[in-house]
């Protein structure tokens, strides 16, 4: 049955009474060819396929949320991927998209967007994922790229589940929609695991060290982390100020490129022509530091990926960093440190109790790196990040591994960040493109990155990867 009160929560499960107002009549849906389309088939739309429906009058705003709040029902008690949804908001929201002129309708009208659960909703709880903040009460205001998103025409759909405070790699509930017994990843688990199995197109989901890139990887999803600052982070709970960075799910990249758009990412000065030309394309391939730790569904990945890039006619080079770039994972180590101990002192001293050990950790180590040492890992980093857009402007695109292997088995631990974590805090896009699979049958994502301020361009290379590893 579907959820019939405003702020439910998911965990108490949905009622059983029809949902308030009252479901309206069923509106016919058809595709631009003038095929009906059924409910069951409505979860799989893409939010521009949706978007552009609902524009032309094709689709109901209402019909859509209501088939997918149903699609969830069906789904979610396995999944687990929600901890709120505010059912009868987003239907009133829906018919309020129905009332409007086809002019006035945005370009994500009537479009649902799960919300990462450390970003402020008006009228909903934000959570955190921690038990400090499990009664609080509905947010004043929305979070700036929330407020974004409804000057599009989306519907906020519900918040979805984190880790505590997106700091911690200790899982919860919510599985991976391919395989559930095994972890979704994290932090961002529940944003991921809701686009991968249809319960939205769009989620919003944020990164620190690998939470936007690794679940995308184990879900099989496309995951956007943009340049560091070019989304506001203001309403996101702080984690560390250098590093935190929000970005995107979505199940193919034609999403992506038009949130893009609606969000204002920049291209800078590194276009590339659209569509990328096979012929005149410069790949790196870029093992990383991290090697050593990849797996065989990583390592059959990248040697697929290197094959399907020589035979449509690229020029792929190998490449390795300068060695100094190994040193940017410990520096990038003191500087969350460091900013980890500012952003959750005052939490630690309300109720550190209740939270986890590896936070508190960052308040009750002996071992605190000294202000000259933090200080000269700034420094450091930032003259990195410039040397970095140096070597990879060279290139079309950088193509590097998104995690070790396929999702690990079990919900207790969210997997390692160890190939992301160079690429957040060098501050550069980077862009999960799934298609592949590991010895399992698992999604094994790859990685493509460029300079700063790249987006766009990184974008269209995605395009160009993606169709690679889905002809395969």
């Known amino acids: 049955m579907l959820a019939s009160e405003t702020l439910v929560p998911v965990s108490s499960g949905f009622p059983a009474s029809p949902l308030s107002p009252p479901r309206p009549q069923p509106t016919p849906a058809y595709d631009e060819g003038g095929k009906v389309l059924t409910d069951a088939e409505l979860p799989s739309l893409s939010a521009g396929e949706a978007s552009g429906l609902m524009r032309s009058g094709h689709l109901t705003a209402q019909r859509y949320v209501l088939s997918l709040l149903s699609h969830i029902n069906q789904r979610d008690s396995r999944i687990q991927a929600w901890v709120f949804l505010d059912a009868k ?10 009332d409007l002129a086809p002019e006035q309708r945005g370009p994500l009208h009537g479009v649902p967007v799960g919300i990462k659960d450390i970003v402020a909703v008006k009228g909903m709880p934000t959570r955190y994922g921690s038990a400090i903040h499990e009664n609080d009460g509905p947010a004043p205001a929305d979070a700036a790229i929330v407020s974004i998103l409804r000057s599009a025409g989306a519907i906020i759909l519900g918040k979805t589940v984190t880790t505590e405070f997106a700091a911690t790699s200790r899982g919860g509930s919510c599985r991976n929609p391919r395989d559930l017994s095994r972890t979704p990843g994290g932090s961002s688990s529940g944003s991921a695991a809701a686009v991968a199995d249809g319960h939205v197109p769009v989620a919003v989901g944020t990164q620190t060290g690998g939470s936007m890139i690794r679940p995308g990887s184990f879900t099989g999803t496309f995951a956007l982390k943009p340049t560091w600052g070019a989304l506001s982070t203001e309403g996101v709970g702080r984690f560390s100020i250098s590093c935190d960075t929000l970005g995107f799910y979505t199940r193919n990249i034609d999403d992506l490129s038009l949130l893009s758009e609606i969000v204002h990412i920049s291209s800078g000065s590194r276009n590339i022509p659209s569509p990328l030309m096979p012929s005149s394309c410069r790949v790196a391939l870029l093992k990383s530091p991290m090697w050593p730790k990849a797996g ?30 190994n040193r940017c994972y410990a520096w990038r180590e003191m500087i969350v440190a460091a900013e980890a101990r500012a952003a959750f002192l005052p939490r630690y001293i309300q109720a550190k109790e209740q939270l986890h050990p590896s936070i508190r950790k960052y308040m009750e180590s002996k071992e605190h790196t000294s202000g000259e040492a933090v200080c000269e890992a700034y420094d450091c980093v930032s003259q990195l990040r410039s040397q970095w857009d140096k070597i990879a402007g060279e290139f079309d695109f950088v193509l590097t591994p998104s995690v070790p292997d396929e999702a690990p088995v079990g919900l207790e631990w969210t997997g390692s960040s160890a190939f992301c974590t160079l690429w957040t805090v060098l501050h550069v896009p980077a862009l999960n493109v799934p298609g592949l699979e590991g010895n399992s049958g698992l999604p094994i994502g790859l990685t493509v990155t460029g300079p700063r301020s790249a987006d766009r361009r990184i974008l269209e290379a995605g395009r160009f990867v993606g169709k690679l590893f889905e002809d395969a």
Do not use: H, S, Y
């Open 89 to 98: 908001a987003a239907m009133n929201q829906a018919k309020a998209l129905d």
């Open 296 to 325: 065989p569904g990583t390592r059959g990945a990248w040697e697929q990926a290197n094959t399907l890039l020589q035979q449509a006619g690229a020029t792929v080079i190998d490449i390795e960093l300068p060695k100094v770039f």
